[in-house]
């Protein structure tokens, strides 16, 4: 079962940006597409954005759209999740995970044990 690990969450002003990075234990880590998803107090968890195997193919949720960006390292078995223009509403604690495309056709069972998450706090 792959590991994931969350990283680069904070307290950050309106507008302002920040980083994601997540983690992945497993070897064949560039063999799946990986996905964000966040849950805001009191909501439930949702998709935020996806990528490929190979990075060549994205999607974002209509919310993010044009203000985050997602990307991988197959090398450092890495995904990260650029986040700009950050709005009170993106506050959240941030997940990945492995996902297959579309993501809307994922049930519970078929994602791997959820990490820790990141907290990201956006005030005004």
């Known amino acids: 079962q792959v590991q994931l690990v969350e990283s680069g969450g904070g307290l950050v002003q309106a507008g302002g940006s920040l980083r994601l990075s997540c983690a992945a234990s497993?070897?064949?880590?560039?063999?799946?597409?990986m996905g964000w998803f966040r849950q805001a107090p009191g909501k439930e968890r949702e998709f935020v954005a996806a990528?490929?195997?190979?990075?060549?193919?994205?999607g974002y949720a209509d919310s993010v759209k044009d203000r985050f960006t997602i990307s991988r390292d197959n090398a450092k078995n890495t995904v990260y999740l650029q986040m700009n223009s950050l709005k009170l509403e993106d506050t959240g604690v941030y997940y990945c995970?492995?996902?297959?495309?579309?993501?809307?056709?994922?049930?519970?069972?078929?994602?791997?044990?959820w990490g820790q998450g990141t907290q990201v706090t956006v005030s005004s």
């Open positions: 497993e070897r064949t880590f560039s063999t799946y597409a």
């Open positions: 995970n492995k996902v297959v495309i579309p993501v809307a056709t994922m049930t519970p069972a078929d994602f791997a044990s």
């Open positions: 990528i490929n195997w190979s990075g060549g193919r994205t």
